[in-house]
Protein backbone atom coordinates (compact mmCIF):
# COMPACT_ATOMS: atom_id res chain seq x y z
CA UNK A 1 0.00 0.00 0.00
CA UNK A 2 0.97 3.28 -1.16
CA UNK A 3 0.01 6.54 0.11
CA UNK A 4 -0.11 9.55 -2.50
CA UNK A 5 0.22 12.72 -0.83
CA UNK A 6 -2.75 14.89 -1.21
CA UNK A 7 -1.81 18.97 -1.15
CA UNK A 8 -4.59 19.84 -3.98
CA UNK A 9 -1.44 20.21 -6.96
CA UNK A 10 -3.07 18.66 -9.88
CA UNK A 11 -3.83 15.46 -11.18
CA UNK A 12 -3.14 12.89 -8.27
CA UNK A 13 -5.64 10.61 -9.83
CA UNK A 14 -3.29 10.00 -13.16
CA UNK A 15 -0.73 8.53 -10.36
CA UNK A 16 -3.11 6.70 -8.33
CA UNK A 17 -4.53 4.70 -11.66
CA UNK A 18 -0.55 3.71 -12.31
CA UNK A 19 0.38 2.26 -9.51
CA UNK A 20 -2.80 0.64 -10.11
CA UNK A 21 -1.59 -0.34 -13.20
CA UNK A 22 1.80 -2.12 -11.62
CA UNK A 23 -0.44 -4.05 -8.85
CA UNK A 24 0.28 -1.23 -6.40
CA UNK A 25 -2.74 -0.41 -3.94
CA UNK A 26 -2.71 3.30 -3.37
CA UNK A 27 -4.62 6.14 -1.00
CA UNK A 28 -4.51 9.52 -1.75
CA UNK A 29 -4.42 11.43 1.42
CA UNK A 30 -3.45 14.77 3.19
CA UNK A 31 -3.47 13.21 6.48
CA UNK A 32 -0.11 13.14 8.73
CA UNK A 33 -0.86 10.26 10.54
CA UNK A 34 -1.48 8.25 7.38
CA UNK A 35 1.77 9.58 6.03
CA UNK A 36 4.03 9.04 9.02
CA UNK A 37 2.85 5.31 9.27
CA UNK A 38 2.66 4.53 5.36
CA UNK A 39 4.45 1.50 4.13
CA UNK A 40 5.66 3.55 1.30
CA UNK A 41 4.76 6.85 -0.25
CA UNK A 42 4.63 9.20 -3.41
CA UNK A 43 4.96 12.59 -3.50
CA UNK A 44 3.11 14.06 -7.00
CA UNK A 45 2.48 16.93 -7.64
CA UNK A 46 2.01 19.64 -10.66
CA UNK A 47 1.32 23.28 -9.65
CA UNK A 48 3.57 26.13 -8.19
CA UNK A 49 5.63 26.25 -4.74
CA UNK A 50 4.26 28.19 -3.40
CA UNK A 51 0.70 27.25 -3.03
CA UNK A 52 1.93 23.70 -2.39
CA UNK A 53 3.99 24.69 0.52
CA UNK A 54 1.36 26.38 2.29
CA UNK A 55 -1.29 23.76 1.44
CA UNK A 56 1.45 21.32 3.09
CA UNK A 57 1.83 23.75 6.32
CA UNK A 58 -1.95 23.83 6.54
CA UNK A 59 -2.51 20.22 6.95
CA UNK A 60 0.67 18.90 8.35
CA UNK A 61 1.37 17.02 5.72
CA UNK A 62 4.95 18.56 5.07
CA UNK A 63 5.83 18.12 8.56
CA UNK A 64 4.70 13.94 8.33
CA UNK A 65 6.48 14.16 4.97
CA UNK A 66 9.79 15.03 6.54
CA UNK A 67 9.16 12.70 9.76
CA UNK A 68 8.32 9.83 6.82
CA UNK A 69 12.18 10.72 5.81
CA UNK A 70 13.97 10.39 8.57
CA UNK A 71 11.95 7.39 9.54
CA UNK A 72 12.97 5.48 6.84
CA UNK A 73 9.81 5.13 4.71
CA UNK A 74 10.55 4.58 0.65
CA UNK A 75 9.32 7.92 -0.94
CA UNK A 76 8.88 8.65 -4.35
CA UNK A 77 8.76 12.36 -5.43
CA UNK A 78 7.58 13.29 -8.93
CA UNK A 79 7.94 16.94 -10.71
CA UNK A 80 6.59 19.42 -8.07
CA UNK A 81 7.03 16.85 -5.04
CA UNK A 82 11.28 16.75 -6.12
CA UNK A 83 11.29 20.48 -6.65
CA UNK A 84 9.71 21.15 -3.20
CA UNK A 85 11.68 18.46 -1.49
CA UNK A 86 15.04 20.64 -1.80
CA UNK A 87 15.80 23.85 0.26
CA UNK A 88 14.43 26.67 -1.89
CA UNK A 89 12.31 27.23 -5.36
CA UNK A 90 13.12 30.86 -6.73
CA UNK A 91 8.97 29.81 -7.90
CA UNK A 92 7.44 32.45 -5.74
CA UNK A 93 10.86 32.99 -4.05
CA UNK A 94 9.87 29.96 -1.67
CA UNK A 95 11.60 28.17 1.38
CA UNK A 96 10.67 24.45 0.71
CA UNK A 97 11.05 21.25 3.03
CA UNK A 98 14.75 20.60 2.75
CA UNK A 99 14.39 16.98 2.56
CA UNK A 100 17.81 17.27 0.56
CA UNK A 101 20.26 20.33 0.19
CA UNK A 102 20.16 22.73 -2.91
CA UNK A 103 17.37 24.79 -5.10
CA UNK A 104 15.40 25.38 -7.88
CA UNK A 105 15.92 27.79 -10.84
CA UNK A 106 13.62 28.39 -13.82
CA UNK A 107 15.71 27.51 -17.04
CA UNK A 108 17.62 31.03 -18.70
CA UNK A 109 17.97 29.59 -22.13
CA UNK A 110 20.07 31.06 -24.83
CA UNK A 111 18.59 29.53 -27.76
CA UNK A 112 14.77 31.52 -28.74
CA UNK A 113 14.16 28.40 -31.02
CA UNK A 114 13.99 26.55 -27.07
CA UNK A 115 10.48 26.46 -25.37
CA UNK A 116 9.97 27.02 -21.60
CA UNK A 117 8.13 25.07 -20.43
CA UNK A 118 9.95 21.95 -21.33
CA UNK A 119 7.28 19.91 -22.15
CA UNK A 120 7.42 16.57 -24.22
CA UNK A 121 9.98 13.45 -24.20
CA UNK A 122 13.30 13.90 -23.40
CA UNK A 123 15.96 11.06 -22.68
CA UNK A 124 17.27 10.35 -19.10
CA UNK A 125 20.33 9.04 -18.82
CA UNK A 126 21.66 7.75 -15.46
CA UNK A 127 24.82 8.59 -14.06
CA UNK A 128 24.55 6.75 -10.77
CA UNK A 129 23.44 3.23 -10.54
CA UNK A 130 19.77 3.11 -8.33
CA UNK A 131 17.40 0.31 -7.64
CA UNK A 132 14.22 2.55 -8.73
CA UNK A 133 15.48 3.63 -12.12
CA UNK A 134 17.17 0.47 -13.20
CA UNK A 135 16.62 -0.79 -15.81
CA UNK A 136 16.23 2.47 -17.75
CA UNK A 137 18.21 1.97 -21.66
CA UNK A 138 19.58 4.29 -23.25
CA UNK A 139 17.16 6.26 -25.80
CA UNK A 140 14.48 5.95 -23.12
CA UNK A 141 12.50 8.77 -22.85
CA UNK A 142 9.89 9.75 -20.45
CA UNK A 143 7.32 12.84 -20.26
CA UNK A 144 8.28 16.17 -18.79
CA UNK A 145 6.33 19.25 -18.16
CA UNK A 146 8.46 22.07 -16.07
CA UNK A 147 9.62 25.38 -16.35
CA UNK A 148 11.92 25.04 -13.14
CA UNK A 149 14.95 22.93 -13.16
CA UNK A 150 16.63 21.26 -9.16
CA UNK A 151 20.00 22.07 -9.27
CA UNK A 152 21.27 19.66 -5.64
CA UNK A 153 23.41 20.72 -3.44
CA UNK A 154 25.38 18.05 -3.01
CA UNK A 155 26.74 16.43 -6.63
CA UNK A 156 26.43 13.08 -4.87
CA UNK A 157 22.15 13.09 -5.25
CA UNK A 158 22.36 13.69 -8.66
CA UNK A 159 20.64 10.08 -9.99
CA UNK A 160 20.13 10.98 -13.56
CA UNK A 161 20.65 13.73 -16.26
CA UNK A 162 18.60 14.99 -19.41
CA UNK A 163 19.78 17.79 -21.75
CA UNK A 164 17.80 20.62 -22.61
CA UNK A 165 20.02 23.30 -24.17
CA UNK A 166 22.86 22.07 -21.06
CA UNK A 167 22.37 19.03 -19.16
CA UNK A 168 20.26 19.30 -15.76
CA UNK A 169 19.26 17.23 -13.03
CA UNK A 170 16.01 14.99 -13.65
CA UNK A 171 16.42 12.18 -10.79
CA UNK A 172 17.94 12.40 -7.79
CA UNK A 173 17.87 11.01 -4.26
CA UNK A 174 19.57 9.88 -1.19
CA UNK A 175 18.80 7.09 1.12
CA UNK A 176 15.51 5.84 1.42
CA UNK A 177 14.05 9.18 -1.07
CA UNK A 178 14.43 9.28 -5.16
CA UNK A 179 12.57 11.45 -7.13
CA UNK A 180 12.08 12.53 -10.71
CA UNK A 181 11.47 15.54 -12.49
CA UNK A 182 9.84 13.71 -15.17
CA UNK A 183 6.25 12.12 -15.23
CA UNK A 184 6.93 8.23 -14.93
CA UNK A 185 2.69 8.15 -14.90
CA UNK A 186 2.49 9.75 -18.13
CA UNK A 187 5.52 7.85 -19.40
CA UNK A 188 4.04 4.81 -20.81
CA UNK A 189 5.72 1.51 -20.01
CA UNK A 190 9.20 2.59 -19.79
CA UNK A 191 7.52 4.77 -16.41
CA UNK A 192 5.08 1.89 -15.40
CA UNK A 193 8.42 -0.21 -15.12
CA UNK A 194 9.84 2.88 -12.66
CA UNK A 195 6.49 2.47 -11.03
CA UNK A 196 6.79 -1.47 -10.82
CA UNK A 197 10.72 -1.08 -9.40
CA UNK A 198 9.64 1.79 -6.54
CA UNK A 199 6.96 -0.47 -5.43
CA UNK A 200 9.11 -3.05 -4.72
CA UNK A 201 11.97 -1.03 -3.64
CA UNK A 202 13.31 -1.47 0.78
CA UNK A 203 14.37 2.24 0.85
CA UNK A 204 18.23 1.01 0.40
CA UNK A 205 21.00 1.83 -1.82
CA UNK A 206 23.64 0.30 -1.89
CA UNK A 207 27.18 1.99 -1.52
CA UNK B 1 16.73 17.39 -26.33
CA UNK B 2 13.05 17.10 -26.91
CA UNK B 3 11.68 14.88 -29.02
CA UNK B 4 8.78 15.45 -31.90
CA UNK B 5 5.46 14.43 -31.09
CA UNK B 6 3.02 12.17 -33.07
CA UNK B 7 -0.12 12.72 -31.65
CA UNK B 8 -3.64 10.65 -33.12
CA UNK B 9 -6.44 12.92 -32.80
CA UNK B 10 -10.07 10.94 -32.07
CA UNK B 11 -13.27 12.80 -32.82
CA UNK B 12 -15.90 10.78 -30.72
CA UNK B 13 -19.56 11.69 -30.90
CA UNK B 14 -21.92 9.69 -28.99
CA UNK B 15 -19.33 7.06 -27.62
CA UNK B 16 -18.02 6.32 -31.33
CA UNK B 17 -14.79 6.99 -32.84
CA UNK B 18 -16.18 9.76 -35.73
CA UNK B 19 -13.91 11.21 -39.09
CA UNK B 20 -14.86 14.22 -41.06
CA UNK B 21 -13.74 15.70 -44.43
CA UNK B 22 -14.09 19.09 -44.25
CA UNK B 23 -15.39 19.60 -40.88
CA UNK B 24 -18.75 17.93 -42.31
CA UNK B 25 -20.01 14.27 -43.37
CA UNK B 26 -19.21 12.94 -39.88
CA UNK B 27 -19.04 8.99 -40.11
CA UNK B 28 -18.64 6.43 -37.09
CA UNK B 29 -15.94 4.41 -37.49
CA UNK B 30 -14.98 2.23 -34.29
CA UNK B 31 -14.56 2.37 -30.48
CA UNK B 32 -12.61 4.92 -29.26
CA UNK B 33 -11.40 3.44 -26.13
CA UNK B 34 -9.70 0.51 -28.51
CA UNK B 35 -8.41 2.59 -30.38
CA UNK B 36 -6.72 4.37 -27.84
CA UNK B 37 -5.02 1.43 -26.22
CA UNK B 38 -3.49 0.32 -29.45
CA UNK B 39 -2.07 3.72 -30.27
CA UNK B 40 -0.57 3.43 -27.21
CA UNK B 41 0.81 0.50 -27.34
CA UNK B 42 2.29 1.41 -30.44
CA UNK B 43 4.67 4.19 -29.27
CA UNK B 44 2.11 6.73 -29.30
CA UNK B 45 3.36 10.28 -27.74
CA UNK B 46 -0.25 11.83 -26.88
CA UNK B 47 -3.70 11.32 -27.90
CA UNK B 48 -6.21 14.31 -28.10
CA UNK B 49 -10.45 13.57 -27.96
CA UNK B 50 -12.47 15.81 -29.49
CA UNK B 51 -15.90 15.72 -28.54
CA UNK B 52 -18.47 16.84 -31.53
CA UNK B 53 -21.38 16.75 -29.26
CA UNK B 54 -23.03 19.26 -28.14
CA UNK B 55 -25.53 17.39 -26.82
CA UNK B 56 -25.55 17.33 -22.67
CA UNK B 57 -26.02 13.79 -22.32
CA UNK B 58 -22.91 14.02 -25.37
CA UNK B 59 -21.13 15.75 -22.48
CA UNK B 60 -21.40 13.03 -19.83
CA UNK B 61 -20.63 10.17 -22.52
CA UNK B 62 -17.24 11.95 -23.39
CA UNK B 63 -16.41 12.07 -19.60
CA UNK B 64 -16.48 8.11 -19.44
CA UNK B 65 -14.58 7.82 -22.64
CA UNK B 66 -11.49 9.72 -21.05
CA UNK B 67 -12.11 7.94 -17.75
CA UNK B 68 -12.06 4.64 -19.55
CA UNK B 69 -8.94 5.26 -21.62
CA UNK B 70 -7.37 7.24 -18.66
CA UNK B 71 -7.36 3.44 -16.54
CA UNK B 72 -5.57 1.78 -19.84
CA UNK B 73 -3.19 4.70 -21.79
CA UNK B 74 -0.30 6.27 -19.82
CA UNK B 75 0.22 8.74 -21.91
CA UNK B 76 -0.54 13.05 -21.77
CA UNK B 77 -4.67 13.07 -22.69
CA UNK B 78 -5.68 16.41 -24.58
CA UNK B 79 -8.90 16.79 -24.41
CA UNK B 80 -11.30 19.45 -26.29
CA UNK B 81 -14.86 20.04 -27.63
CA UNK B 82 -17.10 22.30 -26.17
CA UNK B 83 -15.15 23.53 -23.25
CA UNK B 84 -17.06 26.87 -21.98
CA UNK B 85 -15.84 26.92 -18.39
CA UNK B 86 -13.32 26.45 -15.72
CA UNK B 87 -15.65 23.96 -14.67
CA UNK B 88 -15.78 22.18 -17.95
CA UNK B 89 -12.20 21.91 -17.82
CA UNK B 90 -12.28 20.70 -14.19
CA UNK B 91 -14.47 17.88 -14.99
CA UNK B 92 -12.58 16.76 -17.85
CA UNK B 93 -9.55 17.04 -15.36
CA UNK B 94 -11.19 14.42 -13.03
CA UNK B 95 -11.80 12.55 -15.81
CA UNK B 96 -8.28 11.78 -16.46
CA UNK B 97 -7.18 14.65 -19.23
CA UNK B 98 -3.95 16.15 -18.85
CA UNK B 99 -4.63 19.28 -21.11
CA UNK B 100 -7.32 20.69 -21.99
CA UNK B 101 -8.54 22.48 -25.33
CA UNK B 102 -10.14 25.77 -25.64
CA UNK B 103 -11.74 26.72 -29.31
CA UNK B 104 -15.34 28.30 -30.12
CA UNK B 105 -15.62 29.40 -26.77
CA UNK B 106 -12.46 31.19 -26.21
CA UNK B 107 -12.72 33.03 -29.48
CA UNK B 108 -16.26 34.51 -28.26
CA UNK B 109 -14.61 34.92 -24.55
CA UNK B 110 -11.08 35.11 -24.78
CA UNK B 111 -10.81 35.57 -20.67
CA UNK B 112 -11.54 31.76 -20.78
CA UNK B 113 -7.82 30.91 -21.78
CA UNK B 114 -6.33 33.08 -18.49
CA UNK B 115 -9.64 31.35 -16.24
CA UNK B 116 -8.21 28.09 -17.17
CA UNK B 117 -4.74 28.73 -17.11
CA UNK B 118 -5.40 29.96 -13.96
CA UNK B 119 -7.08 26.95 -12.39
CA UNK B 120 -4.83 23.96 -14.09
CA UNK B 121 -1.66 25.27 -14.83
CA UNK B 122 -0.99 27.28 -18.16
CA UNK B 123 1.30 24.21 -19.76
CA UNK B 124 -2.45 22.67 -19.70
CA UNK B 125 -4.15 24.65 -21.81
CA UNK B 126 -4.28 24.27 -25.17
CA UNK B 127 -5.88 26.73 -27.50
CA UNK B 128 -6.85 24.55 -30.70
CA UNK B 129 -7.54 27.35 -33.86
CA UNK B 130 -9.65 26.56 -36.77
CA UNK B 131 -8.64 28.49 -39.43
CA UNK B 132 -9.12 29.09 -43.19
CA UNK B 133 -7.82 30.96 -46.13
CA UNK B 134 -9.05 34.32 -46.99
CA UNK B 135 -7.56 36.88 -49.40
CA UNK B 136 -5.16 39.05 -47.54
CA UNK B 137 -7.11 42.43 -46.39
CA UNK B 138 -6.71 45.28 -43.83
CA UNK B 139 -8.89 42.99 -41.45
CA UNK B 140 -6.54 40.23 -41.97
CA UNK B 141 -3.34 40.96 -43.39
CA UNK B 142 -1.70 37.39 -42.32
CA UNK B 143 -4.57 35.93 -44.87
CA UNK B 144 -5.99 33.55 -42.52
CA UNK B 145 -8.89 34.05 -40.71
CA UNK B 146 -10.13 32.00 -37.34
CA UNK B 147 -13.72 29.79 -37.82
CA UNK B 148 -15.49 28.60 -34.54
CA UNK B 149 -18.20 26.09 -34.47
CA UNK B 150 -16.80 23.16 -36.09
CA UNK B 151 -15.74 25.23 -38.87
CA UNK B 152 -18.92 27.09 -39.35
CA UNK B 153 -18.83 30.47 -38.63
CA UNK B 154 -15.54 32.69 -39.50
CA UNK B 155 -15.20 35.28 -37.20
CA UNK B 156 -13.43 38.17 -39.36
CA UNK B 157 -10.39 37.54 -36.59
CA UNK B 158 -7.04 37.27 -38.07
CA UNK B 159 -5.24 33.87 -37.58
CA UNK B 160 -1.99 35.49 -36.63
CA UNK B 161 -3.13 37.94 -34.30
CA UNK B 162 -5.75 35.45 -32.21
CA UNK B 163 -2.56 33.09 -32.13
CA UNK B 164 -0.45 36.15 -30.35
CA UNK B 165 -3.06 37.18 -28.06
CA UNK B 166 -3.91 33.23 -27.01
CA UNK B 167 -0.27 32.87 -25.49
CA UNK B 168 -0.33 36.22 -24.50
CA UNK B 169 -3.83 35.23 -21.92
CA UNK B 170 -1.76 31.97 -20.94
CA UNK B 171 -2.24 29.14 -23.66
CA UNK B 172 0.40 26.90 -23.34
CA UNK B 173 0.33 25.07 -26.43
CA UNK B 174 -1.47 25.84 -29.78
CA UNK B 175 -3.24 23.21 -32.31
CA UNK B 176 -3.62 24.91 -35.66
CA UNK B 177 -6.03 23.27 -37.93
CA UNK B 178 -6.44 23.96 -41.73
CA UNK B 179 -9.58 23.49 -42.41
CA UNK B 180 -8.65 23.84 -46.21
CA UNK B 181 -6.60 20.72 -45.69
CA UNK B 182 -8.64 19.28 -42.98
CA UNK B 183 -9.63 15.60 -44.57
CA UNK B 184 -8.15 16.17 -48.15
CA UNK B 185 -5.01 14.31 -47.14
CA UNK B 186 -3.12 16.49 -49.37
CA UNK B 187 -0.83 17.45 -47.05
CA UNK B 188 -0.45 20.35 -44.25
CA UNK B 189 -1.03 23.88 -44.79
CA UNK B 190 2.95 24.79 -43.98
CA UNK B 191 2.65 28.06 -44.63
CA UNK B 192 0.41 28.47 -42.20
CA UNK B 193 1.88 26.42 -39.54
CA UNK B 194 5.20 27.82 -40.28
CA UNK B 195 3.82 31.43 -39.98
CA UNK B 196 2.19 30.87 -36.51
CA UNK B 197 5.15 28.94 -35.39
CA UNK B 198 7.80 31.43 -36.08
CA UNK B 199 5.22 34.18 -33.93
CA UNK B 200 4.88 32.31 -30.70
CA UNK B 201 7.18 31.18 -27.80
CA UNK B 202 4.93 28.11 -27.15
CA UNK B 203 4.62 24.79 -28.64
CA UNK B 204 2.55 24.72 -32.31
CA UNK B 205 0.79 21.17 -33.00
CA UNK B 206 0.01 20.98 -36.80
CA UNK B 207 -3.47 19.14 -37.67
CA UNK B 208 -5.53 18.88 -40.86
CA UNK B 209 -4.46 17.16 -44.54
CA UNK B 210 -1.64 14.55 -43.68
CA UNK B 211 -2.03 11.67 -45.93
CA UNK B 212 0.81 10.45 -46.48
CA UNK B 213 4.22 10.31 -44.00
CA UNK B 214 6.03 12.69 -45.82
CA UNK B 215 3.18 14.96 -45.14
CA UNK B 216 4.56 14.80 -41.30
CA UNK B 217 8.70 15.15 -42.17
CA UNK B 218 7.33 18.37 -44.36
CA UNK B 219 5.69 20.35 -41.65
CA UNK B 220 7.71 18.76 -38.65
CA UNK B 221 10.86 20.20 -40.37
CA UNK B 222 9.56 22.85 -42.91
CA UNK B 223 6.48 23.63 -41.31
CA UNK B 224 8.67 24.34 -38.03
CA UNK B 225 5.77 22.36 -36.25
CA UNK B 226 6.40 21.08 -32.61
CA UNK B 227 4.38 18.03 -33.25
CA UNK B 228 1.75 16.31 -35.97
CA UNK B 229 -1.35 15.39 -35.13
CA UNK B 230 -3.09 12.92 -37.34
CA UNK B 231 -6.66 10.81 -37.67
CA UNK B 232 -7.47 9.27 -40.82
CA UNK B 233 -4.39 7.87 -42.26
CA UNK B 234 -3.88 6.05 -38.15
CA UNK B 235 -7.86 5.16 -38.24
CA UNK B 236 -8.46 3.18 -41.86
CA UNK B 237 -5.25 0.85 -41.07
CA UNK B 238 -3.43 2.30 -43.77
CA UNK B 239 -0.43 3.29 -41.78
CA UNK B 240 0.18 2.53 -38.07
CA UNK B 241 1.24 4.97 -35.28
CA UNK B 242 5.43 3.01 -35.57
CA UNK B 243 5.70 2.78 -38.62
CA UNK B 244 5.15 6.54 -39.24
CA UNK B 245 7.37 7.44 -36.34
CA UNK B 246 10.26 4.90 -37.75
CA UNK B 247 10.12 6.52 -40.99
CA UNK B 248 10.21 10.21 -39.35
CA UNK B 249 13.03 8.62 -37.29
CA UNK B 250 14.39 7.21 -40.32
CA UNK B 251 14.63 10.96 -42.43
CA UNK B 252 16.29 12.30 -39.40
CA UNK B 253 13.45 13.64 -37.07
CA UNK B 254 14.58 13.40 -33.25
CA UNK B 255 11.46 10.79 -32.17
CA UNK B 256 10.84 8.38 -29.08
CA UNK B 257 11.74 5.22 -30.47
CA UNK B 258 11.58 3.12 -27.63
CA UNK B 259 8.37 2.27 -25.68
Same mark, same amino acid.
Given at each position: MVVIVDYDAGNLK? *?????? $??????? !??????? !??? +???? !??????????????? +? +?SGAGRALVAAFETGTPILGICLGLQISLEYSEENDTDTLGLLPGEVRRFRLDDPNLKVPHMGWNAVRVIRPHPVLDGIQPGDEFYFVHAYR???????? *??? $?? *?? $???????LGRGNYVATQFHPEKSGRVGLRLLERFAEWDGRVDA | MLSKRLI??????????????????????????????????? @????????????????????????????????????? @? @???????????????????INVNSAAVRRPALIGECAEAIGDQNVVLSMDIRRVEPS??????????????????????LSWAKEGERLGAGELVVNSIDADGTREGYELNLTRMLSEAVRIPVIASGGAGEPDHLYDVLADGKADAALVASMVHYGDYTVSGLKRHLHGRGVKMRMSW
Open positions: S *VERACR $EVGLSAE !ISSHPNR !IRT +AERV !IFPGVGAAGSAMRSL +A +APIPGKRTD *VIA $ES *VY $EGPFCSA | ACLDVRDGHLAKSVKFVDTKNIGDPVAKAREYYLD @GLDELVFYDINASSEGRRIILDVVEAVAEQVFIPLSV @G @GGVASVADATDLRLAGAEKADMPSGYEIVINGGRKPMGIDA
